[in-house]
């Protein structure tokens, strides 16, 4: 029985995981290197916006269920919740695995638990449980001991989607993959504290190659989309239409395209796929190379369509990756506006409800202002809609008429 948890990384992930199992009574001790954001979650607040968090959050630090620290304490079960990020050549970068595996190392005792949730290429939970080893030979672990290891070793992705995280931690099902039989067993036992879907269970290694396929799956059917709506656009053809009117076949079910694709997940994910089989993963590779390119394609047509303008101002609607959420990271908005801003498109006119100031990127350039709506079509002469956010629904069509409109997403159809 697990009544304690340790999470290692208090990110997007971590927290709410640390918060979903506090909230079910499991006593958790979440750790995470940034000083600033152990302190914030002591004082009962979350560090980044996410519906419902910052309740839980409080809730738990209140009933003494939840402390953040800087390094892990013991417990019966720790759950590895850190980036994984691209490296330079487009493999994975493990260090943070790697690092947050030394440190959970020294806690571990016979009948301990270590789930792997970050998403990962495939192998590297078996690869965690030889690291662990390592630095506890005293120790047995699954991937030479099978089944009677002392310590369990497990990957169970996270699948949440931003913006419904506390939702979806809840009533997804989750695939939990086990280093073996036992180790999963182990893990569904503590996932089922506060899960209410259904807990699939498999190997480790599937695990890992299921979620990569989850995101892959997505990144393809985006580019898909991505593809038509530069077809389209070479033949002078308004690719919602055709979307529209493809997707009245009973079978087709088409994505929306929009200006690329952001985040930390979708747009990266797939390259460990690619890296893993390099030869086989070829649709993989060229939906990431068809998404990438994307943000090029929009920037050429409004630089194309502002230099008609004798000194364009060009209103560009959203900086973060996707809708109604603060998140800039891997953003193909926040690219398109560096780039109209180095190639001097024109007076740039930024609007972006979830952020209070510009970008590094962009603050220091002089280029670029942050401004209201109102502001921003009033005063455009070309207007580049870039993120699908609730508050730019209400936009009139009035306010649009006469100026140069690029919507990369389809949103005012
Ligand atoms: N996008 C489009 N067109 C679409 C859908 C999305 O251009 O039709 C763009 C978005 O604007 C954004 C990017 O794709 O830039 C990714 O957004 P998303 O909402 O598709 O996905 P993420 O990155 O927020 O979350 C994904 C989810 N995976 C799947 O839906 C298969 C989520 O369930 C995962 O948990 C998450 O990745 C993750 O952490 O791996």
């Given at each position: 029985?697990?009544?304690?948890v340790c999470?290692?990384?208090?990110g997007y992930i971590?927290?709410?995981?640390?918060?979903?199992l506090a909230?079910?009574g499991i006593q958790?001790?979440?750790?995470?290197?940034?000083?600033?954001?152990?302190d914030?979650?002591?004082a009962?607040?979350?560090?980044?916006?996410?519906p419902?968090l910052?309740?839980?959050v409080?809730?738990a630090?209140?009933?003494?269920?939840l402390?953040?620290?800087?390094a892990?304490?013991p417990?019966?079960a720790?759950?590895?919740?850190?980036p994984?990020?691209?490296?330079?050549?487009?493999?994975?970068?493990l260090?943070h695995?790697?690092s947050a595996a030394?440190?959970v190392?020294e806690?571990?005792?016979?009948?301990?638990l270590?789930v792997l949730?970050?998403?990962?290429?495939?192998?590297?939970?078996v690869?965690?449980?030889r690291w662990l080893s390592?630095h506890?030979?005293?120790?047995?672990?699954?991937?030479?001991a099978?089944e009677?290891?002392?310590?369990?070793?497990?990957?169970?992705p996270?699948r949440?989607?931003p913006?419904?995280?506390m939702?979806e931690?809840?009533t997804?099902?989750?695939?939990?993959g086990g280093?073996?039989t036992?180790c999963?067993?182990r893990?569904r036992?503590?996932?089922?504290?506060f899960?209410?879907g259904?807990?699939l269970?498999?190997?480790?290694t599937?695990a890992e190659?299921?979620?990569l396929?989850?995101?892959a799956f997505?990144?393809v059917n985006?580019?898909?989309a991505n593809?038509?709506?530069?077809?389209?656009d070479h033949?002078?053809i308004?690719v919602?239409e055709v979307?529209?009117?493809?997707?009245?076949?009973?079978r087709?079910?088409i994505?929306?395209?929009g200006p690329?694709v952001?985040?930390h997940c979708?747009?990266v994910?797939p390259w460990?796929i690619?890296?893993?089989?390099?030869?086989?993963?070829?649709?993989?590779r060229?939906?990431r190379?068809?998404?990438?390119a994307?943000?090029?394609?929009?920037?050429?047509e409004?630089?194309?369509?502002?230099?008609?303008?004798?000194?364009?101002?060009i209103?560009?609607?959203?900086?973060t990756?996707?809708?109604n959420?603060d998140?800039?990271r891997?953003?193909?908005?926040?690219h398109?506006?560096?780039e109209?801003?180095?190639?001097?498109a024109g007076r740039l006119?930024v609007v972006?409800?979830?952020?209070t100031?510009?970008p590094a990127?962009?603050a220091?350039?002089g280029?670029a202002?942050l401004?209201?709506?109102?502001?921003?079509?009033r005063?455009?002469?070309?207007?580049?809609?870039?993120?699908d956010h609730?508050a730019?629904?209400g936009?009139?069509q009035?306010a649009l008429?006469g100026k140069?409109?690029?919507?990369?997403?389809?949103f005012w159809?």
């Amino acid at each position: 029985m697990v009544s304690t948890v340790c999470v290692v990384g208090l990110g997007y992930i971590g927290l709410p995981t640390a918060a979903a199992l506090a909230t079910n009574g499991i006593q958790v001790t979440g750790v995470d290197i940034n000083p600033v954001t152990v302190d914030l979650i002591n004082a009962g607040r979350a560090p980044f916006v996410e519906p419902d968090l910052a309740v839980a959050v409080s809730g738990a630090v209140a009933m003494g269920r939840l402390r953040a620290t800087k390094a892990p304490e013991p417990a019966d079960a720790f759950i590895i919740a850190v980036p994984t990020p691209l490296c330079e050549d487009n493999t994975a970068d493990l260090s943070h695995v790697k690092s947050a595996a030394v440190s959970v190392a020294e806690h571990l005792k016979a009948g301990d638990l270590v789930v792997l949730e970050s998403t990962s290429p495939p192998g590297t939970t078996v690869e965690l449980s030889r690291w662990l080893s390592k630095h506890r030979p005293d120790l047995s672990f699954p991937h030479d001991a099978g089944e009677a290891a002392d310590v369990g070793v497990a990957h169970c992705p996270e699948r949440v989607l931003p913006g419904r995280i506390m939702f979806e931690i809840v009533t997804n099902d989750r695939i939990i993959g086990g280093v073996s039989t036992a180790c999963a067993e182990r893990a569904r036992r503590l996932y089922e504290v506060f899960t209410k879907g259904e807990c699939l269970l498999t190997d480790a290694t599937t695990a890992e190659m299921a979620k990569l396929s989850e995101n892959a799956f997505r990144d393809v059917n985006i580019a898909f989309a991505n593809e038509l709506s530069m077809v389209c656009d070479h033949l002078g053809i308004d690719v919602g239409e055709v979307i529209a009117l493809a997707g009245r076949h009973p079978r087709v079910d088409i994505l929306r395209p929009g200006p690329g694709v952001g985040g930390h997940c979708i747009a990266v994910d797939p390259w460990f796929i690619v890296s893993a089989a390099p030869q086989q993963a070829r649709l993989i590779r060229l939906a990431r190379q068809v998404n990438d390119a994307k943000p090029v394609h929009v920037v050429n047509e409004v630089v194309q369509t502002s230099g008609r303008f004798k000194e364009p101002a060009i209103a560009c609607m959203g900086l973060t990756f996707k809708a109604n959420v603060d998140d800039l990271r891997e953003s193909p908005a926040l690219h398109i506006v560096n780039e109209l801003a180095d190639r001097q498109a024109g007076r740039l006119l930024v609007v972006e409800p979830h952020i209070t100031e510009l970008p590094a990127s962009l603050a220091g350039t002089g280029r670029a202002e942050l401004v209201d709506i109102t502001t921003a079509l009033r005063e455009a002469d070309v207007v580049v809609l870039l993120v699908d956010h609730d508050a730019f629904r209400g936009v009139k069509q009035t306010a649009l008429r006469g100026k140069a409109v690029f919507d990369t997403r389809g949103f005012w159809r």
